[in-house]
């Protein structure tokens, strides 16, 4: 079965992610743009997501292979992204010199955005396999819509 609550507050900690990122950048931040607020978010979406398998085992109910290929390279690159921003939260120093942080800043955003719109994709398929009558009638499933 799957937590629809805790796909909700995956997702929250997601957009809350992007859009510090974002807020960053927009204000010309490129030292400590990645501050500990950051980490913290980071921390409660590990929280979530390392407790509850719900979506890491929503492959398994899809019989077609690519569909089931799709999700688990989804689901691993949000752990990816997260956990990347993790480590350059935590330096005490840029960890690479040769490397413009601006740069580095605008592809960890891009990054972060794409993987909210395939999060914000798989809820859709957990949404649409739940089917209609059973999304009508699940407070959790009802406000999932309203994010997609």
């Known amino acids: 079965m799957i937590n629809l609550e805790t796909i909700m507050m995956q997702e929250i900690k997601l957009q809350t992610l992007y859009e510090g990122l974002n807020a960053a950048r927009e204000r010309n931040i490129v030292r400590g743009w990645l501050n500990q607020e950051m980490m913290a978010v980071c921390e409660e979406w590990w929280a979530i997501t390392k407790d509850a398998q719900a979506l890491f085992d929503l492959y398994k109910i899809y019989n077609e292979s690519s569909t089931r290929k799709v999700i688990r390279k989804t689901l691993i690159l949000e752990c990816v992204i997260v956990v990347t921003s993790a480590f350059f939260i935590q330096q005490e120093q840029f960890p690479f010199p040769d490397i413009d942080q601006k740069y580095l ?18 809820i859709c398929l957990v949404l649409q396999r739940m089917g209609s009558p059973n999304c009508d009638s699940n407070m959790w499933a009802i406000h999932l819509k309203g994010l997609v």
């Open 105 to 122: 800043q605008k592809r960890l955003i891009r990054l972060f955005y794409l993987t909210h719109q395939n999060l914000l994709h798989i």
